[in-house]
């Protein structure tokens, strides 16, 4: 069994392909905000529906993985790790989607992107691990790139405090997702997990669909063909192609450098807005993303 990603730098040798799979899964997942606006259902069953009809793909995934190896993980599937990634990640979209429907994206997009910080605080709380020097500067780095990526949008209202705090609670539980697949990659392969994760995460999806489908009024189910197809991609290139190619690099990498993928994630979300959606990108988020660029770079492990 791969083992999970340790503080100590990989071997140049497992550091690029688990590297190359972090970059896929940040363009897997900054393609979802475009197809969530494609969608024709509300914001809560789109996160559901991410997820259910991912399964198949991420069941035959894990069926390949297994066959390859010539034997199934040890221990039980549900594992406490495994729940507590699934939990982890159900809360981020639940939060997240509250957000963008009490703020301004820009501001749930920053707010969000507290994760990697997260991921130092959680993990010097619960493990008692400190950050290298070079991830805090990168880090830092990332942020303002972050924040110069959504500077122009970005803007602080009495009105929008609810959806600041929903967002900031993203940013909390995607930064505990990080550190959960960490965990649950000790004891389990990238397609055993998550698969397994996706299926405790699309139980309390579907409770949260239910809820704003009878309390919010919104759509549940697509209007047609065309509605179904954008679900389907956004099931399976934006999770089980994102968050699979994610559990693959925590195999690997450090989960500190891991977790700057949300910012990758913001620069392919806004270089993907402008070659589809036509929506310019200035200087200052140009600028933002070469600074997240940087800082991803100064952040890399040492050996690599």
């Not at 997820?51 to 594992?79: C, H, N, Q």
């Not at 900031?168 to 697949?181: I, R, S």
């Not at 600028?287 to 050996?303: D, K, T, Y």
């Amino acid at each position: 069994m791969t083992t999970a990603a340790q503080s100590a730098a990989p071997a140049p040798s497992a550091f690029w392909p688990a590297f190359a799979a972090l970059i896929a899964g940040a363009i897997a997942m900054g393609i979802s905000p475009i197809l969530v606006r494609l969608t024709d259902v509300g914001p809560f069953a789109s996160a559901f529906y991410r997820v259910l009809l991912a399964l198949p793909v991420l069941y035959a995934w894990m069926r390949i993985e297994e066959s390859k190896a010539g034997a199934p993980d040890t221990g039980p599937a549900f594992s406490l790790p495994v729940i507590a990634t699934g939990v982890f990640f159900a809360a981020d979209l639940f939060f997240w989607h509250l957000a963008i429907t009490n703020t301004t994206v820009a501001n749930a997009t920053f707010f969000a992107t507290m994760a990697p910080l997260w991921v130092v605080v959680l993990g010097w709380l619960v493990y008692r691990r400190k950050a290298s020097r070079a991830a805090l500067i990168g880090l830092g780095l990332c942020l303002l790139g972050g924040l110069a990526l959504v500077a122009q949008s970005l803007g602080l209202a009495p009105g929008h405090l609810v959806g600041d705090g929903f967002a900031g609670v993203t940013g909390l539980f995607f930064g505990a997702y990080f550190l959960a697949v960490e965990k649950a990659r000790l004891r389990h392969r990238a397609a055993r997990l998550t698969f397994y994760m996706s299926v405790v995460t699309v139980v309390i999806l579907a409770g949260a669909a239910l809820w704003a489908t009878q309390t919010l009024g919104q759509r549940f189910l697509p209007a047609g063909a065309t509605g179904w197809l954008v679900l389907i991609a956004l099931a399976w290139v934006s999770h089980a192609g994102g968050q699979g190619l994610l559990s693959v690099a925590l195999g690997s990498l450090p989960v500190v450098f891991s977790s700057l993928v949300i910012f990758l994630e913001a620069v392919a979300a806004a270089a993907l807005g402008w070659l589809i959606l036509d929506e310019p990108v200035s200087l200052l988020q140009a600028l933002g993303g070469l600074i997240i660029i940087a800082g991803i770079w100064v952040s890399r492990p040492r050996q690599a």
